[in-house]
């Protein structure tokens, strides 16, 4: 069930890596590669011992600004990683302008993946571990329809994240990723439907896009994610 | 709309209204006396009464200067999209309608839902500017003149509204942080107008034209405006940043992400100088 995914979403897929590796990054890339096939085998023996159980290793994201930016690391991680697979092999029909689009948000999301593990520097979680089984890569609509979830749930995120923030830095910070969430929304269901950029199930009859607290994020996001993930500690004001 | 959608509504934007308000009862009876179903028109009274209630707290005048702010730059585009799908011959029918439709009943609503807001605080809404949409400051021959008759120049314009809309309400979030609820609603209108510039610029990358420059994506790349007018600069400008909290984006942890991906991958935002120096031609 976990996705091989994650091992390339550390190490950067083929294309992504450019710069030379050097030979301690090569070796803490190997460390993180290997600690994810234990991560898989253990949760492979967990699935048949109780398929709906989770593996125990657990992140706290902790408290405070930190926890929030722990958060949004966890989802764009979350992100970074779909996209990855997306990209790895197209789905099929894929049109020249998809490919441009999904391989552009793929690089935003890597982006924002990276500055926040950077920002966060050793209060960073580490790296989570993904099951995207619920997804047919090979087809149009559930490639779409997954990224078109993802977007939305990301914009929901940060709208409901900004005001458990204490810092107006960070604050300005979520804020100029979440309309570059909106942005790639708005694209991906402007390629499922197009016109439906901001449609009546996410924007209502005053003009407002969706918040939501962590909580409800991360319960639409849990089927995705394998690592268990402690949100208890972070602010809920 | 009716009265419980207007609750849900309300709910959405701040789900402790109910305590303040000593629950969702009483909420839904003070409501409820004024009957069960409003008329748009009666609204912004309605919520603003019972806003009243819920925020007794006197909000700071920085708050309401910020809301205002907003309302002014909403007041702009509500009448830029209502002029234009006014204006006989300029939207094609079909696609391009529809979602000029969506935009501008979205600018419509953020009208609506702002005056409320600031009077629900207690403040006093600002009027409605008049507006010379040829960016001639009055005298209507300016250098968009043409606007509702060229829909390559009416979406070249619409582009630059929804983008500096979305840079003056960035620059405008730390100034909320101290009202949970009105931050969080003016970030739920930020990600609208985010939505609105990447259709639009979506419009424009299937739509070449002399005024289309290069390919309009539905994200910024660097400070390119795609736009064939030096006179939109200025809502671009600092849109190429690479360095975030510090951090350089190119290159970052050896991933291949090029100046384009880090400038694309964040918005930036617009002082409020900045911003009405934009709008000021287009402000009588």
């Known amino acids: 069930m976990t996705d091989n995914s994650t091992s390339q979403n550390l190490a950067g897929p083929a294309g992504i890596e450019k710069s030379p590796v050097s030979r301690r990054k090569f070796f803490s890339y190997a460390g993180l590669s290997a600690a994810t096939l234990m991560g898989a085998a253990s949760c492979k023996k967990f699935d048949i011992e109780n398929p709906f159980e989770k593996p125990k290793e657990a992140v706290d994201l902790g408290s405070g600004d930190f926890g929030i930016l722990n958060y949004a690391y966890a989802l764009e991680q979350l992100e970074a990683a779909f996209y990855i697979k997306v990209g790895a092999s197209f789905y099929d029909g894929a049109t020249a302008k998809e490919k441009m689009y999904l391989s552009d948000v793929q690089r935003h999301e890597i982006a924002h993946r990276e500055f926040f593990k950077n920002a966060l520097g050793s209060k960073a979680i580490g790296a989570l571990k993904f099951d995207f089984s619920s997804i047919d890569f090979k087809s149009r609509a559930s490639v779409l329809g997954t990224a078109k979830a993802f977007e939305d749930l990301g914009v929901s995120a940060y709208n409901g994240a900004g005001e458990l923030l204490e810092s107006a830095t960070y604050l300005l910070l979520a804020g100029k990723i979440v309309s570059v969430e909106a942005r790639h929304a708005a694209a991906i269901r402007d390629l499922i439907k197009y016109g439906d950029f901001a449609g009546d199930d996410v924007v209502n009859a005053m003009g407002l896009d969706v918040a939501r607290t962590p909580p409800q994020v991360l319960a639409i996001a849990d089927k995705y994610i394998v690592t268990k993930i402690n949100a208890s500690n972070l602010p809920t004001s | ?284």
Not at chain 2, 65 to 79: G, I, K, P, Q, R
Not at chain 2, 95 to 114: C, G, P, S, T
């Open chain 2, 1 to 284: 709309m009716n009265l419980h959608n207007v609750i849900d509504q309300i709910e959405k934007v701040d789900p402790e209204v109910y305590e303040r308000l000593n629950g969702r009862r009483a909420a839904m009876k003070s409501l409820a006396n004024l009957g069960g179903k409003f008329a748009l028109a009666t609204v912004p009274l309605a919520l603003g009464s019972l806003l009243k209630k819920a925020y007794s707290q006197t909000p700071s005048a920085q708050i309401l200067d910020v809301l205002n702010f907003a309302l002014t730059l909403e007041y702009l585009e509500a009448e830029f999209y209502n002029k234009g799908l006014a204006a006989s011959g300029l939207i094609p029918a079909g696609d391009d309608r529809m979602a000029f439709e969506v935009i501008a009943k979205h600018e419509n609503a953020h009208v609506v839902f702002l005056i409320a807001t600031i009077k629900a605080l207690g403040g006093e809404p600002v009027k409605k500017p008049t507006f010379d949409f040829t960016a001639g400051n009055g005298s209507n021959a300016g250098p968009f003149a043409g606007v509702f008759s060229n829909y390559d120049l009416y979406l070249a314009v619409s582009q630059t509204f929804e983008d500096t809309g979305v840079r003056a309400y960035k620059g405008q979030a730390g100034f909320l942080i101290s009202s949970n609820a009105v931050l969080r609603a003016a970030l739920q209108i930020h990600s609208v107008e985010a939505r609105h510039a990447a259709h639009v610029r979506e419009i424009r990358y299937r739509r070449p034209s002399a005024l289309v420059v290069g390919m309009p994506l539905p994200w910024i790349t660097l400070n390119n405006s795609n736009i064939a007018s030096p006179l939109v600069q200025p809502s671009y400008n600092g849109e190429e940043i690479t360095m975030q909290a510090g951090i350089q984006i190119v290159g970052i942890n050896g991933f291949e992400i090029t100046k384009e991906d880090a400038s694309e991958a964040f918005d930036e935002p617009l002082t409020k100088a900045q911003v009405l120096a934009i709008v000021d031609p287009f402000i009588v």
